[in-house]
């Protein structure tokens, strides 16, 4: 395949290619070599792109950013905007959906690769919530910012049980998670943002759409 590591297409078929290995036969047991035969992709070209394995999912991860980053996020306030941006998140990660849970089955073994997804995942809910003008400004932005992640990965591991189509069960979850945190006090908006205006004044439909609220439901513990 003649493609130049600048393209982003290049990105996405050493990502494809790798992720299927790891499918197959585990994250730990792939390389970089195997995956640019797999992609067809010029063993050089793929050095200097990708110069250790978890640039991969580095990479991966700023695709995904990018696919719930791009437009505005829609809705009248912090909750609903969230729920735009983290369902867009899991959208973007469903081409990838197999690779992406062979490599979560890995994280228990492997502590390294762990602590550099947290990283990653951390990164990226900061920018989610600043998009969604969620204040994390000092200790209670801290906390906002933590509960933020409590949701991400409760409804995380949802989704990669999710057989719905449409991923009807983690909108579900993701809902009534945001629900309780927004009674708890825990999705307050940024006073600096003058997003919720904006969008008003923009209109527009959002990307998703939460289901209805169900009282019964588990939330955050």
Same mark, same amino acid.
């Given at each position: ?69 791009? !437009?505005?996020?829609? !809705? ?146």
């Amino acid at each position: 395949m003649t493609l130049d590591h600048h393209d982003p297409l290049f990105d996405r078929t050493m990502i494809e290619a790798t992720l299927q290995l790891a499918q197959s036969h585990g994250w730990q047991r792939v390389s970089l070599v195997d995956a640019s035969r797999e992609a067809g992709l010029p063993l050089q070209q793929v050095r200097q792109r990708f110069p250790f394995k978890s640039m991969i999912l580095i990479r991966l991860n700023s695709q995904i950013d990018d696919a719930a980053l791009c !437009g505005e996020s829609y !809705g009248a306030t912090v909750r609903e905007r969230l729920f735009d941006l983290l369902m867009r998140r899991f959208d973007a990660m469903q081409d990838y959906r197999s690779g992406i849970c062979a490599i979560m089955h890995t994280l228990p073994r492997d502590p390294a690769l762990a602590a550099l997804l947290a990283g990653t995942t951390m990164e990226s809910l900061r920018w989610v919530a600043d998009a969604a003008a969620l204040d994390r400004h000092g200790l209670g932005g801290m906390i906002r910012l933590n509960s933020l992640l409590a949701i991400w990965s409760r409804t995380l591991a949802r989704w990669e049980k999710d057989s719905t189509p449409d991923l009807a069960d983690t909108m579900q979850v993701l809902d009534s998670t945001l629900a309780r945190a927004e009674r708890m006090g825990l999705l307050k908006e940024s006073s600096a943002s003058g997003q919720a205006d904006m969008v008003a004044e923009e209109g527009g439909l959002p990307d998703h759409v939460a289901p209805e609220e169900n009282s019964n439901n588990n939330v955050l513990d």
